[in-house]
C-alpha cells in the first residue's frame, strides 16, 4: 500500500525540497532554525518516500526488465496524431538503477543538510544556505527519476547552478567567486556539447524517452549510420567529461572546494559529479551500439584515474586531496562504464557516495576545529582529541584504499576483473597501478592528519553531535555497503545490469593483487609519514624528484596552459573582435536603433488627436487593403511572396 | 439554402450562460438604484461572485455541441473556450479595481455594463450568421461607448468616449457594408450556407469588396494597422479598468467572430484574404512595436504594445488550419492574464499617486515590490520571454507559418527583440531607479488576489503549457465541426 504509494508518486521526491527552497526563500528566511528545519524535514521525507519507492522495486523483478514510467505530456507541437508534431513529456523512470540512486541521493543528502545545522552555525547567510541546498536536492533528484534527456538535461543544468551558488556562497572570498565562475564555465562548454548530442538525437530519432530512444537505438541503421551514431555518442559524452570532472576538463573541481565543506561532500563527492556517469549508465544503450564511443569512455575513465591520483601525492590541503581523490573515482567508474559494465560502475557510484561524503564530512569537522587551517603538513595526532571524527575518517580511507571487507574494496574489485575480464590489459594496468597510489596517498593524508604528535598551536575539540552523527551514520554505509555485491553472492549484479546479467567465475587472482597493492601503498605511507617522524625519506623523494615533485604539485600546469590558451588565443581573438564589435557592429546597431528610435517618432506624427485625421486614415486604409486584396489574389500573391500555396 | 422554419423548437438550456449573464447585468442594475449609497461598493462583488458561479456552470458544459435556429447560434468547445476567456477577464477587471470604481462612482452602471458588454462578447463567441454576429458587436461596442466616458468630468474620458462612437460607429458602416454585400451575392445570412454558396461559383469582384469591408470593419475592433488610429487615444482616456477590459475582451471578442467569419463562411476564397492578413500582421507588428518606444505614458506604451500583440495574434488566422486558431486560442487566453496584471498594476498606482506617467514608477519595486513584480512579468510575457507564457503562446502562433510566411516569421522575431527594449525600459525605471516619493504602497486584499492569480497563470502556463494546449486543441477541433 504504502509501497506502491511511493512507486507511483515518486515525483513527490523532488518536489519536496523544491517546496522547501520556495517556502525558505519567500516565507521562512528571516526564520533561521524554522529554515533549517524545512530544508532537513523535506528531504528526509523524500528520503522515506525514496526509501519505500527503491523497496517496491527492488522486490519486484519485473521493474529489471521492464521499468515503471509514467509521464505527463509537457508540450505538444501540431496536432496530435499528426506526423511532425513534436510531444514533450515529463515524466518518472524508476527502475533499480534510479531507485538506487534515488535513494542514495535523498539518503545522503538528509545526513548532510544536517550535518550543515552544525557546520553553518552562525553564518550569515544559513537560511540561504539551506535553501540552495533544497534546490540542488530537488535539482538532482528530479535527474535522477528523468523518463527522458530534455528533463534530465533541465536538471542537469539546475544542479550546475546550484553548484555554482554553492561553490561562491562566501561571496566575501575572491578565491570562492572565481573557483564558482570556472566551474559554471567549464561545465557550459561541456554542456553546450551535451546540448549538441541531445539535438541531433531528437533530429534523428525523433523522441527524447529514454526508453523508446533504447529500442530505436538498437534498430538505429533504420534511421541513421554507425558514423552519424558515434558523433552523437562522442558529444553527449562530453557532457560527462565535464560535469564528473574527467580529464582534461577536471580542472574545475578541485577549486570547486572553496566552498563550505557539506557542499564538497554532497554535491563535489557523492552526488552531482556522479551524474555524469549516471547520465552515460542511462544511455548505455547508445553507447553500447558504437564500439569506439566505448573505448573513448573506457581510456578517458582510466586514464583520468591515474593521472589524478599522481596529483594527490604531493598536495598539501586537505579538502584538494580529497578533490582529486574524487577525480580518480570517477576515472574508476568511467571506466567501468567504458569496458561495458554497467554493474561495476554503478556500485563503485553506490559505495564511492558513502566513504566519499563521510571523508569530506569528517574533513569538514577537521576545518571546524582548527579554523579552517587546511594544509595537512600543520595538523597531526588529532584522533585523541577528536576520536569519532578519526576513526569514521579512518574507516573512510580504509574503504577507499580497497581492504576488505570495507565497501570500496568490492567494487573496486569489481571494476578490475570486469576490465580484465574484456582483455583490456594496459587499462587493468592503470587502474590497479591506481589503486596503489590510492591507498598511498590516501594514507599519508591520514597518517599526517590524525596520527604523529599532536600540534601544540592547534586546539582541536570533537565537533556537535549533528555533525558526528552523520559520521558515523555514513561511516556504517562506508563499511557495509558493499556486501550486497561480494563476488560470492552478487546480489548487486542482479538487479543492476546491461544487457544480461553476467556472473563471472571469481577472480582470486585479482582480488589478492588488489588486496597486496593496497597493503603496500599504506605500509609505504606508514613507513614514510608515521615511523619516520622527521619525514626524511619524504624530503628526500621530494629532492631527488624535484622536477616530477614540481610538476605534480603544479598539477601538470594544466591551469597554467589553459590560462596561456585563453590569454593568447581568446584574449587576442577578442581584442580583434573588440575593434570589429566597436567600429562596424556598434556603427550598424546604433543604426538600427537610432533609425527604429526615430521611424518611432515620424510614426508618432499621424497620430494628432483629431477625429477627422483619424477617419480620414481609416477609409485611406480601406482603399489600401482594396488595392492590396486585388494585387494579392492567388496569381499575384505567389508571384511576389509566394505564400500562399 | 433552408428556408426559416419560425416553428422550430429552440432549446432554452443551450442559451443558459447567455441567460445567467443577462440575468446578472440586470441584477446588478437594479440591485444598484435599490440600495443605499453606501452599500454600492458591494455590487462589485455581487458582480464577480456572480461571474465566478456562471464560469462554473460553463465548465460543466465543456463538450457540449449544437446548433440553434438553423445554424444562427453555434454552441460548441470553442465557442464555449471563448465564453469562459470572456468571463474570466472581466472577473478580473472587476476583482482588480474595485477600489478605482469607488473613486470614480456610478458602481451600478460600470458593472451592468461590464456584464452586457460581456454578454455582447459571449454573443459574438457563439455567433453563426451574420445578423446575430452584428448584434453581439454592437452590444459589446455600445456598451464599452458608455464605459469609456465613464469619468464624466474629466475631459479626457469625455473626448474618448466622443472619439470612440463616431469611429466605432464609422467602422460598422463599412462592416455593415461588407455584411450586406456577402447577403446580396449569396442570399443567405447563416455562415455554414454562405461557405456552401461560394464553393460554387466563381470569385467575382463585388465578393472581393465584400472582403475588403470585412477586414476593414473588423479590423478596426482589434486595432490592426491601418485602422488603429483611435485605439491609442481612447485607451488613454478612458477609465484604466475599461482600457483594460476593452484591450483583452473585446480584442478577443473580435477575433473569436473573425476567425468563425473568415473561416467558416469565407474558406473558399482564402487565397484572397490569406495573403492580406499576413501583410496586416506584420504592418501592425511593425507599427505597434515601433511607436511604443517613445511614448512616456504607461497606458499608452501598453496600448500600443496590445496593437502589436493583436498583430502577433493575426498571425494563427493566416493558414485557416487547426493549428492557428489553437495558436490564436491560446495566447488569446493568455494575454487576458499578462494585460489584467499589467493594467491592474496601472490603475492601483494611478489611484494612489494619481499619475500614469511612466517615470513617476522609478523605485516601485522599493515601493511595492508585488506591484513591480507583477508588471515585469506582465510585460516580459508580453514580449515573449521564456520560460512566460507569452513564449509558449508566440511560438505556438510563429510555428504554424514557418511553412511559406517565413519572411513574417521575420518580423516577428525581429520586432519582438525590438519590444523588449521599450518593456525593459519600465523595468529599469521599476528596479533601477530611486523613488521620489519612497513610501510603500499598501495593495488591499482583492487586488493582491488579482495580481497574484495573473502572475501565478502567466508562469504556469509558461512552464506547463500542457493542460491548456490540450483544452486548445479541443476547442480548435470542434470548431470544424458542424
Given amino acids: ?645 | 439554402m433552408t428556408p426559416f422554419d419560425f416553428s422550430m423548437p429552440i432549446n432554452p438550456a443551450a442559451l443558459t450562460l447567455e441567460m445567467l449573464v443577462a440575468a446578472l447585468g440586470l441584477g446588478v442594475l437594479i440591485l444598484g438604484i435599490i440600495s443605499p449609497k453606501g452599500a454600492r461598493s458591494g455590487l462589485g462583488w455581487v458582480s464577480f461572485l456572480g461571474l465566478m458561479g456562471i464560469i462554473g456552470v460553463a465548465i460543466t458544459m465543456w463538450g457540449q455541441s449544437g446548433e440553434l435556429l438553423a445554424g444562427m447560434y453555434l454552441l460548441d468547445n470553442y465557442a464555449l473556450f471563448w465564453k469562459i476567456t470572456f468571463m474570466v477577464a472581466a472577473a478580473l477587471v472587476i476583482l482588480g479595481n474595485m477600489r478605482y470604481v469607488d473613486n470614480v462612482g456610478h458602481q451600478a452602471e460600470y458593472y451592468s455594463l461590464t456584464i452586457f458588454a460581456t454578454l455582447g462578447m459571449m454573443v459574438m463567441a457563439s455567433a453563426g450568421d451574420l445578423m446575430t454576429l452584428y448584434l453581439g458587436l454592437e452590444l459589446m461596442t455600445i456598451a464599452f461607448v458608455v464605459l469609456v466616458c465613464l469619468r464624466k468630468k474629466d475631459n479626457k474620458s469625455v473626448e474618448a468616449g466622443m472619439k470612440y462612437i463616431l469611429l466605432a460607429g464609422m467602422s460598422s458602416a463599412v462592416l455593415l457594408y461588407g455584411l450586406s454585400l456577402l447577403y446580396g451575392l449569396t442570399g443567405s445570412v447563416i455562415m455554414l450556407d454562405i461557405s456552401r454558396i461560394i464553393a460554387m461559383q466563381p470569385v467575382s469582384s463585388a465578393l472581393v469588396l465584400a472582403l475588403v469591408m470585412l477586414i476593414a470593419g473588423l479590423g478596426f475592433k482589434i486595432s490592426a494597422v491601418p485602422f488603429h488610429m483611435w485605439s491609442p487615444d481612447v485607451y488613454e482616456g478612458a477609465p484604466t479598468p475599461v482600457t483594460s477590459f476593452l484591450s483583452m475582451g473585446s480584442k478577443a471578442a473580435s477575433f473569436a467572430i473573425i476567425l468563425r467569419l473568415f473561416i467558416t463562411a469565407l474558406p473558399g476564397v482564402w487565397e484572397n484574404w490569406a495573403m492580406v492578413i499576413a501583410i496586416l500582421a506584420g504592418i501592425t507588428i511593425i507599427i505597434g512595436n515601433l511607436v511604443a518606444i517613445p511614448q512616456t505614458s504607461i497606458k499608452r506604451l501598453l496600448a500600443y504594445s496590445s496593437i502589436a500583440q493583436a498583430g502577433y495574434i493575426m498571425v494563427g488566422m493566416v493558414t485557416a488550419s487547426e493549428a492557428g486558431i489553437k495558436g490564436v486560442m491560446f495566447y488569446a487566453f493568455l494575454y487576458v492574464f499578462a494585460t489584467a496584471g499589467a493594467f491592474t498594476v496601472a490603475a492601483y498606482f494611478y489611484n494612489v499617486t494619481g499619475s500614469d506617467e511612466l517615470k513617476d514608477y522609478a523605485g516601485l519595486s522599493q515601493r511595492s515590490p508585488l506591484m513591480a513584480a507583477v508588471m515585469l512579468v506582465a510585460l516580459l510575457s508580453m514580449a515573449g520571454i521564456p520560460p512566460l507564457a507569452g513564449f509558449v503562446g508566440k511560438f505556438y502562433l510563429f510555428k504554424t507559418i514557418v511553412d511559406g510566411y517565413l519572411w513574417l516569421v521575420f518580423i516577428g522575431l525581429i520586432m519582438s527583440m525590438v519590444s523588449v527594449y521599450y518593456y525593459l525600459r519600465v523595468a529599469l525605471v521599476m528596479y533601477r531607479d530611486e523613488p521620489k516619493d519612497p513610501s510603500p504602497i499598501n495593495v488591499s486584499g482583492p487586488v493582491t488576489v488579482t495580481l497574484i492569480v495573473t502572475m501565478l497563470v502567466t508562469l504556469i502556463i509558461g512552464i506547463y503549457p500542457g493542460p491548456l494546449s490540450e483544452v486548445v486543441n479541443s476547442a480548435a477541433h470542434s470548431f470544424f465541426l458542424h
Avoid at chain 1, 520556495?22 to 528531504?43: C, D, H, N, Q
Avoid at chain 1, 511532425?84 to 538528509?110: K, N, R, Y
Avoid at chain 1, 569538514?364 to 575518517?393: C, N, Q, R
Avoid at chain 1, 477627422?612 to 487593403?625: P, T
Fill in chain 1, 1 to 645: 500500500m504504502l509501497v506502491e504509494f511511493a512507486m507511483m508518486h515518486a515525483w513527490l521526491v523532488p518536489l519536496l525540497p523544491a517546496l522547501a527552497f520556495l517556502v525558505i526563500v519567500f516565507l521562512t528566511r528571516p526564520f533561521e532554525k524554522l529554515s533549517a528545519i524545512i530544508a532537513v524535514g523535506s528531504m528526509a521525507l523524500a528520503c522515506v518516500i525514496a526509501s519505500f519507492a527503491a523497496y517496491g522495486i527492488f522486490t519486484n523483478h519485473e521493474f529489471t526488465e521492464k521499468p515503471l514510467v509514467y509521464a505527463a505530456n509537457w508540450l505538444s507541437l501540431g496536432i496530435p496524431g499528426v506526423t511532425d508534431s513534436l510531444l514533450v513529456q515529463v515524466g518518472v523512470q524508476l527502475d533499480p538503477v534510479s531507485a538506487m540512486m534515488m535513494f542514495m541521493v535523498s539518503f545522503i543528502s538528509t545526513f548532510i543538510f544536517l550535518y550543515s545545522v552544525g557546520y553553518m552555525k552562525g553564518d550569515p547567510g544559513f537560511s540561504v544556505f539551506f535553501s540552495y541546498l533544497s534546490l540542488f536536492g530537488a535539482s538532482m533528484l528530479l535527474l535522477v527519476i528523468s523518463s527522458n534527456l530534455l528533463q534530465m538535461f533541465i536538471a542537469w543544468e539546475l544542479v550546475g547552478l546550484c553548484s555554482y551558488l554553492l561553490i561562491g556562497f562566501y561571496t566575501h572570498k575572491i578565491s570562492a567567486r572565481e573557483a564558482a565562475k570556472k566551474a559554471f564555465v567549464t561545465c557550459r562548454v561541456a554542456d553546450f556539447g551535451l546540448l549538441l548530442g541531445l539535438l541531433a538525437l531528437q533530429i534523428t530519432f525523433g523522441t527524447l524517452n529514454l526508453v523508446e530512444l533504447g529500442e530505436k537505438i538498437h534498430n538505429f541503421q533504420e534511421y541513421t549510420t554507425i558514423g552519424m551514431l558515434t558523433l552523437i555518442a562522442v558529444l553527449v559524452f562530453i557532457g560527462p567529461i565535464g560535469k564528473s570532472g574527467q580529464f582534461p576538463l577536471h580542472v574545475w573541481l578541485p577549486d570547486a572546494m572553496e566552498g563550505p565543506t557539506p557542499v564538497s561532500a554532497l554535491i563535489h563527492a557523492a552526488t552531482m559529479v556522479v551524474a555524469g556517469v549516471y547520465l552515460v549508465g542511462r544511455t548505455m544503450f547508445l553507447f553500447h551500439e558504437v564500439e569506439s564511443a566505448m573505448q573513448l569512455v573506457a581510456v578517458t575513465g582510466a586514464f583520468t584515474a591515474l593521472f589524478a591520483a599522481t596529483i594527490a601525492l604531493t598536495q598539501r590541503e586537505i579538502k584538494r586531496i580529497l578533490a582529486y581523490s574524487t577525480v580518480s573515482q570517477l576515472g574508476y567508474m568511467m571506466l567501468a562504464l567504458g569496458v561495458g559494465s554497467l554493474t561495476a560502475g554503478m556500485f563503485h557510484m553506490w559505495t564511492h557516495a558513502f566513504f566519499k561524503a563521510l571523508m569530506f564530512l569528517a574533513a569538514g569537522s577537521v576545518l571546524y576545529a582548527l579554523h579552517h587551517k587546511a594544509d595537512v603538513w600543520e595538523m597531526g595526532g588529532l584522533i585523541k582529541k577528536m576520536p569519532i571524527t578519526g576513526w569514521t575518517f579512518v574507516i573512510g580511507g580504509l574503504a577507499i584504499a580497497g581492504i576488505p571487507p570495507f565497501a570500496g574494496f568490492w567494487s573496486k574489485d569489481e571494476i578490475l576483473v570486469a576490465t580484465l575480464a574484456e582483455g583490456h590489459y594496459v587499462l587493468f594496468a592503470m587502474a590497479a597501478f591506481t589503486a596503489f597510489l590510492t591507498a598511498f596517498y590516501m594514507w599519508r593524508m591520514i597518517f599526517l592528519v590524525f596520527f604523529g604528535d599532536e600540534k601544540p598551536e592547534n586546539h582541536p575539540q570533537e565537533s556537535p553531535w549533528t555533525m558526528t552523527v552523520p559520521l558515523i551514520v555514513l561511516a556504517v554505509g562506508a563499511i557495509g555497503a558493499g556486501w550486497m555485491g561480494t563476488p560470492w553472492n552478487n546480489v548487486w549484479a542482479e538487479w543492476i545490469y546491461f544487457g544480461e546479467p553476467h556472473h563471472g567465475p571469481i577472480n582470486y587472482g585479482a582480488m589478492l593483487l588488489s588486496i597486496v597493492l593496497a597493503g603496500s601503498g599504506i605500509y609505504l605511507a606508514y613507513t614514510m609519514y608515521l615511523k619516520d617522524t622527521k619525514k626524511k625519506r619524504a624530503r628526500k623523494l621530494a629532492e631527488w624528484f624535484g622536477p616530477v615533485h614540481r610538476m605534480l604539485y603544479n598539477k601538470y600546469y594544466i591551469d597554467e596552459l589553459y590560462l596561456w590558451f585563453n590569454h593568447a588565443l581568446v584574449d587576442g581573438t577578442a581584442r580583434l573582435f573588440y575593434l570589429f564589435d566597436l567600429y562596424v557592429v556598434d556603427g550598424f546597431v546604433n543604426g538600427i536603433g537610432t533609425f527604429t528610435k526615430s521611424s518611432g517618432d515620424g510614426l508618432r506624427v499621424f497620430q494628432t488627436g483629431r477625429l477627422q485625421n483619424y477617419a480620414l486614415i481609416f477609409f485611406l486604409g480601406v482603399l489600401a487593403v482594396a488595392v492590396l486584396v486585388t494585387f494579392t489574389g492567388p496569381s499575384a500573391a505567389s508571384l511576389v511572396l509566394g505564400g500562399v500555396k
